[in-house]
């Protein structure tokens, strides 16, 4: 089955500053990837993804890009705000399937 | 995307009992899953519910343990059977949004529970 991987676990950034987040996954039919950002005591609520068929999407100060050979996608945050500071989990759906990576802690320092 | 409440938002239960979480859409979803969260662990599907057909369990979790109601499509209860100290977790509920083409889930705010 699908395998998701995560890194870093832990984040940490000066506000103002870039974070990226990386994902790898095994299934090659894998062909849907959201991203998820869950604040403490909340849900986590989807805030981009992606498809196989698209290399790079973008919006505002975050951007997902995926490269397909290599099975590996990447969340990207432009300055970064306080609020930013959460748990990321990056996914990939695969036959109806969605896998969750194990999760970044990111944190922004003001 | 679709609205999702969850009650309880927290309990905190002894040992052996049982405690039934709902699930409420604002919208008729085909889909449902129950997700659980284990403290600082990532997300595991423990069920999807479809309405008029059993729920589907995943490897680990099974009907005895979380019977899952689904008798519309709005609507949905986990309950957790027989609980001890290791089934503390937060409960998540999500819906696939059926109107597009990927599987778009959305999810519900938790339900918090401790078992003493």
């Known amino acids: 089955g699908e395998n998701v991987e995560q890194h870093p676990s832990t984040l940490s950034v000066q506000e103002g500053d870039s974070a990226v987040i990386k994902c790898t996954y095994s299934?090659?039919?894998?062909?849907?990837f959201p991203w998820y950002k869950q604040e403490l005591g909340k849900g986590p609520q989807l805030i981009i993804d992606?498809?196989?068929?698209?290399g790079e999407k973008k919006d505002q100060r975050i951007a997902v890009t995926l490269n397909k050979t290599a099975k590996h996608f990447s969340l990207h945050i432009t300055e970064t705000q306080p609020e930013d500071s959460a748990v990321y989990f990056c996914?990939?759906?695969?036959?109806?399937?969605?896998?969750f990576g194990p999760g970044t802690s990111l944190s922004v320092i003001p | 995307s679709a609205v999702i409440s969850q009650k309880p938002s927290r309990d905190i239960c002894q040992r052996g009992t049982s405690l039934t979480i709902q699930c409420q859409v604002d919208?008729?979803?085909?889909?449902m899953f129950w997700y659980r969260q284990q403290p600082g662990q990532s997300l595991t599907l423990i069920a999807t519910?479809?309405?008029?057909?059993?729920?589907?369990?995943e490897s680990g979790f099974v009907i005895d343990k979380f019977p899952i109601s689904r008798p519309n499509l709005t609507f949905s209860t986990l309950t957790v059977s027989n609980m001890s100290p290791e089934d503390s977790s937060i409960y998540l509920c999500?819906?696939?949004?059926?109107?597009?083409?990927?599987?778009?889930?959305?999810f519900g705010p938790g339900t918090r529970l401790t078992v003493l």
């Open positions: 519910a479809n309405q008029g057909s059993e729920a589907t369990y």
């Open positions: 999500s819906v696939e949004d059926g109107q597009r083409t990927y599987n778009e889930q959305f």
């Open positions: 992606i498809r196989s068929n698209v």
């Open positions: 919208s008729q979803v085909t889909m």
């Open positions: 996914a990939a759906t695969s036959y109806d399937k969605v896998i």
């Open positions: 299934d090659s039919a894998s062909n849907y």
